[in-house]
């Protein structure tokens, strides 16, 4: 007669996350000064990562603490240090610093765009506040204009033609790539202003370049710029300044 074997089922207890528990709470939470982080290709930025809390026995630590973002996409927070902020010890501001690296394959191109902070507050009686996403803040890859070129100088109404190319950084390769399909502003201001005015939005092409041909009226000063979006940032052109002369040129000029 054939045994038969029993099969062993062995329990494993599930993981609970931690909750919050008792007064503890947030006030607010700062990345970079409230600032886009904007990383280039090679780059490496140290920005700081500020945290205030409240409980009526006081904050004794914000530990642990990070920062996560697309992609499974990850970066630690250096020791916080925790500062009350009134007589009554109730309210501190800890604050502490985190390191993005673009050559430290830790970053790749997708996981650009918005971040979360990740901590656990500690008062001094035990109550503690926990969040995945205490506070969000803008991860982006730099952007920037090249071959921004115009005539310096033109006849009235003579056509000129301006041009440029956008590129972005590349965290995987660290270097630079044409942006292509982006739409972007030619943007002028007059020699007796400090004011810009868009005149046109055009899209760049396969190569990431733009140009426009226009007609100069009056002298002044052109340039390209482009807004950014989720992912990247934004990114001005050099000044292109054009000077409209309206004496007629000597013969065999």
């Known amino acids: 007669m054939a045994a038969v074997g029993a099969v062993a089922l062995v329990l494993v207890p599930a993981t609970v996350p931690e909750t919050s528990r008792g007064d503890t709470s947030l006030v607010s ?3 970079n000064g409230g600032r886009t982080l ?8 140290t920005f700081p990562v500020e ?14 603490i990070g920062l996560w973002g697309p992609n499974y996409s990850t970066l630690k927070v250096g020791p916080m240090t925790c500062v009350p902020l009134d007589a009554t010890g ?10 993005a690296a673009a050559t430290s394959r830790v970053l790749f191109d997708d996981q650009a765009g918005t971040w979360f902070v990740d901590l656990r507050i500690r008062a001094n009686d035990g109550d503690r506040y926990v969040s995945k996403s205490a506070g969000g ?6 952007a920037l204009f090249d071959e921004a070129a ?18 972005r950084a590349m965290w995987d390769q660290h270097g630079y790539i044409p942006q292509q399909a982006t739409g972007v502003y030619l943007q002028f201001r007059p020699a007796d202003s400090h004011v810009w005015t868009t005149i046109a939005v055009l899209d ?5 370049r733009v140009s426009m041909q226009l007609p100069a009226h009056v002298s002044g000063t052109y340039q390209w710029y482009s807004p950014g979006d989720k992912w990247t940032g934004g990114a001005t052109s050099e000044e292109l300044p054009i000077t409209v002369d309206g004496t007629a040129a000597h013969p065999g000029q």
């Open 90 to 99: 109730t309210v501190s501001r800890c604050t502490g610093e985190a390191t």
């Open 51 to 64: 945290v205030t809390a409240t409980d009526r026995s006081g904050i004794r630590a914000v530990d642990p």
């Open 29 to 31: 939470v700062v990345v």
């Open 137 to 142: 803040f803008s991860l982006k890859r730099t």
């Open 150 to 167: 115009a005539p310096t100088t033109a006849a009235p109404d003579q056509p000129v033609q301006l041009k440029a190319r956008l590129q």
């Open 204 to 208: 760049t092409d396969g190569e990431g």
């Open 38 to 45: 904007e990383l280039g290709p090679t780059e490496t930025r």
